[in-house]
């Protein structure tokens, strides 16, 4: 949809006609002379003098450009709006009593409009232009709204400017509205998501607790405020779209349905171009990504790093700035980890492997190999140059046979040398058997002794412990909302991106039902002081087949989310700052915790690492099926005549 619209700019003390076209479809509403009023934003400008016909397009082209995604500076800023052309009164002050009505007025507390008032005016009600009044019959009332208390759109005069005189009354024009508000109504916004908020609407009276609606109750106490919540059960975190709308806590900040969202919202960077987070200063710098986990470096040094090369010569475009986390004030830390499937039982057929490690088994048929090798060679050698020089057929005139007489050694089976009198005693031959022997002795000691401790302790495979683990083996998580994703989707290392692909959206139905199946593993947030914002479905009953991972995937700061500009970011930070350094924000912690959360599935999911001491394990036939096997082997061969049925005649 495309709108035409034509109107006049003072810039430069010359007027300037502009025609714009604005798009609302897919980008934020943007229009053709934005960068007259960005430049200066940015550059970190607090105070605007407009002359202007139209106060209610003024009011909404400054209030769009603050929550614009282009605009980088943000502050709460003071404007003067001059009007060009003098009204009637009582159009005047309907279009005052209009503006004062609208949601912008709620969020822009310095803004004064004068009003030009002249004797030929009050007489005749007509109006004229600014320039066809004579100086002597001016006057220019400053008016503004009350901003404060349980009428905040009310009319205030605040001085009369004359020409001569100057100002009548000597009023401070832009007076502090934010220390003192009143009783004035903020809406929060917030969700189910205890610790942080505990919201029973259908409560009586409804109940607003948890940590985070703490923090609310004092910034309301500090600064005289009332409130109401913005609770929608089905809507979480949500997004923000390209054009600035969105659902859940970040939609209904970005489109002005609410003051304050809080419920553990972290450092997001789509999120952070629409809206502003409590207790963070941020500093441009040279580059493309935002760091929202980690404060920055120094700066300088940092600077040099991210600079391109470039940059050195003449003709160098200077990167694209990006915003780091410079001095951090935010009050919570918490961190994103996985509760997995337990891992299973190994196979029964796997106790004859697992007494050694891979590496082991790999080192025992190295051996072998070479045991093989050197009773052939041995062997071959001593009848050509210690004997007669005839060939003699023995147990170690084959390959075949030496193979099987190194597989003997193995199991501790000694050749029968001194009952083969076709065996010829040369020294070498002996020593070398003899060795063997000693050799082979000392790996099936070894093997006897982790074989005991693999019959008498169960087996499982590898754990899942570190987000290395799960894109190893392709693992499947999920979550009910897409912000435990987020910080992975645009992220650098190949694991990390590793795990978003593998990320699995779903319902809290659809997650109940696979707790027990071991299909797939489920997002959870530890918070500070150890304890666990946990779904509904993991629990205590869940956990019994569940286990946490070692390491968290994810560390980050808590804050709350504001729109960008706010007045109220100021009295927050300081409210935030003062809970935060007494520790009053860990104690709620835990009060919260035991109100509105059960302690046995707090305790559940911090001790799924440790598995429970069953006693002894009971020997079991398949404990010992691969044992039977090879004993009934040994004594089959003892039966034979002195040797294993497995020997080959040569």
């Given at each position: 949809?495309?709108?035409?619209?034509t109107?006049?700019?003072?810039?430069?003390?010359?007027?300037?006609?502009?025609?714009y076209?604005?798009?609302?479809?897919?980008?934020?509403?943007?229009?053709?002379?934005?960068?007259f009023?960005?430049?200066?934003?940015?550059?970190?400008?607090?105070a605007?003098i407009?002359?202007?016909?139209?106060?209610?397009?003024?009011?909404?082209t400054?209030?769009?450009?603050?929550h614009?995604?282009?605009?980088t500076h943000?502050?709460?800023?003071?404007?003067?709006?001059?009007?060009?052309?003098?009204?009637?009164?009582?159009?005047?002050?309907?279009?005052?009593?209009?503006?004062?009505?609208?949601r912008?007025?709620g969020?822009?507390?310095?803004?004064?409009?004068?009003?030009?008032?002249?004797?030929?005016?009050?007489?005749?009600?007509?109006s004229?232009?600014?320039?066809?009044?004579?100086?002597?019959?001016?006057?220019?009332?400053?008016?503004?709204?009350?901003?404060?208390?349980?009428?905040?759109?009310?009319?205030?005069?605040?001085?009369?400017?004359?020409?001569k005189k100057?100002?009548?009354?000597?009023?401070?024009?832009y007076?502090?509205?934010?220390?003192?508000?009143?009783g004035?109504?903020?809406?929060?916004?917030?969700?189910?998501?205890?610790?942080?908020?505990?919201?029973?609407p259908?409560a009586?009276?409804?109940i607003?607790?948890?940590?985070?609606?703490?923090i609310?109750?004092?910034?309301?106490?500090?600064?005289?405020?009332?409130?109401r919540?913005?609770?929608?059960?089905?809507?979480?975190?949500?997004?923000i779209?390209?054009?600035?709308?969105?659902?859940?806590?970040s939609?209904?900040?970005s489109?002005?349905m609410?003051?304050?969202?809080?419920?553990?919202?972290?450092?997001?960077?789509n999120e952070?171009?629409?809206?502003?987070?409590?207790?963070?200063?941020?500093?441009?710098?040279?580059?493309?990504?935002?760091?929202?986990i980690?404060?920055?470096?120094?700066?300088?040094?940092?600077?040099?790093?991210l600079?391109?090369?470039?940059?050195n010569?003449a003709?160098?475009?200077?990167?694209?700035?990006?915003?780091?986390?410079?001095?951090s004030?935010?009050?919570?830390q918490?961190?994103?980890?996985?509760?997995?499937?337990?891992?299973?039982?190994l196979?029964?057929?796997?106790?004859?492997t697992?007494?050694?490690?891979?590496?082991?088994?790999?080192a025992?048929g190295?051996?072998?190999a070479?045991?093989?090798?050197?009773?052939?060679?041995?062997?071959?050698?001593s009848?050509?140059?210690?004997?007669?020089?005839?060939?003699?057929?023995?147990?170690?005139?084959?390959?075949?046979?030496?193979?099987?007489?190194?597989?003997g050694?193995?199991?501790l089976?000694?050749p029968?040398?001194?009952?083969d009198?076709?065996?010829?005693?040369?020294?070498?031959m002996?020593?070398?058997?003899?060795?063997?022997?000693?050799?082979?002795?000392?790996?099936?000691?070894?093997?006897?002794?982790?074989?005991a401790?693999?019959?008498?302790?169960?087996?499982?495979?590898k754990?899942?412990d570190?987000?290395?683990?799960?894109?190893?083996?392709?693992?499947k998580?999920?979550?009910m909302?897409e912000?435990?994703?987020?910080?992975?989707?645009?992220?650098m290392?190949?694991t990390?991106r590793?795990?978003?692909?593998?990320f699995?959206?779903?319902?809290?139905?659809?997650?109940?039902?696979?707790?027990k199946?071991?299909?797939i593993?489920f997002?959870?947030?530890?918070?500070?002081?150890?304890?666990?914002a946990?779904?509904?479905?993991?629990?205590e009953d869940?956990m019994r087949?569940?286990r946490?991972?070692?390491?968290?995937?994810?560390?980050?700061?808590c804050?709350?989310?504001?729109?960008k500009g706010s007045?109220?970011?100021?009295?927050?930070?300081?409210v935030?700052?003062?809970?935060?350094d007494?520790?009053?924000?860990?104690?709620?912690?835990?009060?919260?915790?035991?109100?509105?959360?059960?302690?046995?599935?707090?305790?559940?999911?911090?001790g799924?690492r440790?598995?429970?001491?069953?006693?002894?394990?009971?020997?079991?036939?398949?404990?010992t099926?691969?044992?039977?096997i090879?004993?009934?082997?040994?004594?089959?061969?003892?039966?034979?005549?002195s040797?294993?049925?497995?020997?080959?005649?040569a």
């Amino acid at each position: 949809m495309k709108r035409q619209c034509t109107f006049r700019v003072p810039l430069r003390h010359s007027r300037m006609k502009i025609t714009y076209a604005i798009s609302t479809e897919t980008d934020f509403e943007a229009y053709a002379w934005d960068t007259f009023f960005l430049a200066p934003m940015d550059a970190g400008c607090l105070a605007f003098i407009v002359q202007t016909s139209d106060l209610k397009l003024t009011v909404r082209t400054f209030a769009r450009l603050a929550h614009s995604p282009r605009a980088t500076h943000r502050a709460n800023r003071m404007y003067l709006i001059l009007p060009s052309v003098e009204l009637p009164e009582n159009i005047f002050e309907a279009n005052i009593r209009e503006l004062y009505r609208m949601r912008q007025m709620g969020f822009m507390p310095d803004l004064v409009i004068a009003k030009f008032v002249t004797e030929h005016n009050r007489m005749h009600g007509e109006s004229s232009t600014v320039e066809s009044r004579s100086e002597e019959h001016i006057q220019v009332e400053l008016i503004t709204h009350r901003f404060v208390g349980p009428d905040p759109t009310e009319r205030l005069s605040l001085d009369i400017w004359t020409p001569k005189k100057g100002f009548l009354r000597d009023a401070n024009l832009y007076p502090d509205k934010v220390t003192n508000l009143m009783g004035k109504e903020v809406t929060l916004t917030a969700i189910f998501y205890p610790p942080y908020s505990a919201v029973y609407p259908d409560a009586e009276p409804p109940i607003y607790d948890g940590l985070e609606f703490r923090i609310m109750y004092e910034w309301a106490k500090a600064n005289n405020l009332t409130w109401r919540v913005l609770y929608k059960p089905n809507d979480w975190w949500g997004e923000i779209l390209r054009n600035g709308s969105g659902w859940g806590l970040s939609g209904h900040v970005s489109m002005d349905m609410a003051d304050v969202a809080f419920g553990a919202i972290y450092l997001w960077e789509n999120e952070h171009r629409y809206t502003d987070y409590s207790g963070v200063e941020l500093s441009p710098l040279y580059g493309g990504h935002f760091w929202p986990i980690v404060p920055a470096p120094d700066e300088p040094e940092l600077i040099r790093q991210l600079k391109p090369a470039s940059d050195n010569g003449a003709d160098s475009k200077p990167a694209p700035p990006i915003l780091i986390l410079k001095h951090s004030s935010v009050y919570f830390q918490a961190s994103l980890t996985i509760v997995h499937p337990r891992p299973k039982l190994l196979p029964g057929w796997t106790v004859v492997t697992s007494p050694f490690n891979p590496e082991m088994w790999i080192a025992v048929g190295a051996s072998v190999a070479m045991a093989t090798l050197a009773l052939h060679v041995t062997s071959q050698s001593s009848m050509k140059l210690l004997g007669e020089g005839k060939p003699v057929v023995n147990m170690y005139s084959t390959w075949v046979e030496c193979a099987f007489r190194t597989m003997g050694l193995l199991v501790l089976q000694v050749p029968p040398d001194e009952r083969d009198f076709s065996t010829l005693r040369h020294v070498p031959m002996r020593h070398l058997v003899t060795w063997l022997i000693l050799f082979y002795f000392v790996v099936t000691t070894g093997y006897s002794a982790g074989l005991a401790s693999v019959l008498t302790l169960p087996r499982y495979e590898k754990p899942i412990d570190t987000p290395r683990d799960m894109s190893e083996r392709n693992s499947k998580w999920g979550a009910m909302d897409e912000c435990f994703v987020f910080f992975l989707r645009e992220s650098m290392d190949p694991t990390m991106r590793s795990l978003a692909n593998n990320f699995v959206l779903g319902t809290e139905e659809y997650f109940a039902e696979r707790t027990k199946t071991g299909e797939i593993g489920f997002a959870i947030e530890k918070l500070q002081n150890g304890h666990f914002a946990l779904p509904t479905y993991i629990n205590e009953d869940s956990m019994r087949y569940l286990r946490i991972m070692k390491e968290d995937y994810v560390t980050a700061h808590c804050v709350f989310m504001l729109r960008k500009g706010s007045p109220f970011m100021a009295s927050i930070n300081s409210v935030i700052r003062k809970l935060r350094d007494r520790g009053v924000v860990l104690y709620w912690e835990d009060m919260a915790v035991r109100k509105y959360m059960n302690s046995r599935d707090q305790l559940a999911v911090a001790g799924s690492r440790y598995d429970v001491d069953n006693g002894p394990t009971q020997l079991l036939l398949r404990h010992t099926t691969v044992s039977t096997i090879l004993q009934k082997r040994e004594v089959e061969a003892i039966k034979q005549d002195s040797r294993p049925t497995w020997s080959v005649q040569a």
